[in-house]
């Protein structure tokens, strides 16, 4: 192996442990709570070397939401985009995504909860994953719940509520652990998919079918 292949090879493994560290303090500390110095000790990296690749720590958050969203956004994609029933694709939407979610967790955590209003730039660059997520939830889940129901279903509501459906047994499990020990190790599950399933299509159906019928 000659020294560029060498070279080339370590500044890529550099970048790789700076994100690496920086989703793992994020995730536990916050964003705010991390300073860039204390993420190039834990990355193992001179200082220079994060301003080198990222930029930023805002350029560097960026990044991190970019490998969760690139891959949440594909898994709907993928699942959501087909022609079989409404039933059979959220199952198979829920099943993949508490897959990425348990492989990706501090991701996951980092994606959810770190929403610094006081950055609007890192709002809008959320948002802008957001929509596209939104437009495949009104295509593929709200437009045919409102034709079932006779009632509008919003994709601003339904969107974000499906995602922390999912979501929330991975936020909460050290919580879960000590109020139940052993149900966090059932998260992601065939049982638990199954019951995020059920309770989306009947409980937002039913809603929707009570509101219709008062009406």
């Known amino acids: 192996m000659n020294y560029k292949v060498k070279k080339k090879q370590a500044t890529a493994e550099s970048k790789d442990r700076i994100i690496k560290a920086a989703v793992a303090l994020f995730a536990r500390q916050g964003y705010a709570g991390t300073g860039l110095r204390e993420l190039a000790a834990a990355a193992d990296v001179n200082l220079a070397m ?17 490998v969760f969203f690139k891959g949440y956004l594909a898994i709907a994609r993928s699942e959501l985009t ?7 694709k959220i199952g198979r939407f829920i099943a993949s995504a508490g897959t990425f979610f348990e492989a990706h967790r501090d991701y996951l955590i980092v994606a959810i909860t770190e929403l610094p209003h006081d950055h609007p730039e890192i709002v809008e660059y959320k948002a802008s994953w957001g ?9 593929e889940i709200c ?8 009632s509008p279903v919003s994709p601003v509501v339904i969107g974000p509520m499906l995602t922390s459906m999912m979501a929330s047994p991975f936020l909460f499990a050290p919580l879960t652990e000590r109020l139940r020990p052993g ?3 059932r998260v992601g599950g065939e049982d638990w998919q199954e019951m995020i399933s059920m309770i989306f299509l009947w409980g937002i159906g039913g809603v929707q079918k009570k509101r219709a019928v008062l009406s």
């Open 131 to 139: 929509k596209q997520m939104i437009e495949i939830i009104d295509r």
């Open 50 to 66: 994060i301003n080198y690749f990222f930029g930023s720590k805002q350029k560097l958050l960026k990044a991190i939401l970019d």
């Open 82 to 88: 087909t022609d079989d029933d409404l039933q059979s």
């Open 183 to 185: 149900d966090s190790e």
């Open 143 to 150: 437009r045919p719940l409102s034709a079932e129901t006779g």
